[in-house]
């Protein structure tokens, strides 16, 4: 059963920090892209890091968040620095295989919500 969880959201004042953390079971987590997704109120999901054989970043996050992953842990992390209001959203965990057949899993989702 593939499994992919996300943790680590909450409530955080402008110019905090957060460390989200998703932990996969069920596939090869090793042979999967792993990304970081959002969706803000009346918004449509957007993309915000990946990490495959590189890491890429939306223009909005670049020089704040930090994606990484740890493959003996099944896990993937974003290290959200320098938060702003508009950072608000569900962050959702992508994965994506990277060979072989087209494979795309999400996670449930966790809320961010960065306000004083």
């Known amino acids: 059963q593939v499994q992919l969880v996300e943790s680590g959201g909450g409530l955080v004042e402008p110019g905090g920090s957060l460390r989200l953390s998703c932990t996969a079971s069920?596939?090869?987590?090793?042979?999967?892209?792993m990304n970081w997704f959002r969706q803000a109120p009346g918004k449509e999901r957007e993309f915000v890091a990946g990490?495959?054989?590189?890491?890429h970043y939306a223009e909005s996050v670049k020089g704040r968040f930090t994606i990484s992953r740890d493959n003996a842990k099944n896990t993937v992390f974003l290290q959200m620095d320098s938060l702003k209001p508009e950072d608000t959203a569900v962050y959702y965990c992508k994965a994506v295989a990277m060979r072989g057949r087209s494979l795309v899993y999400w996670g449930q989702g966790t809320q961010v919500t960065v306000s004083s």
């Open positions: 069920g596939f090869a987590f090793s042979s999967f892209a």
């Open positions: 990490y495959g054989g590189l890491t």
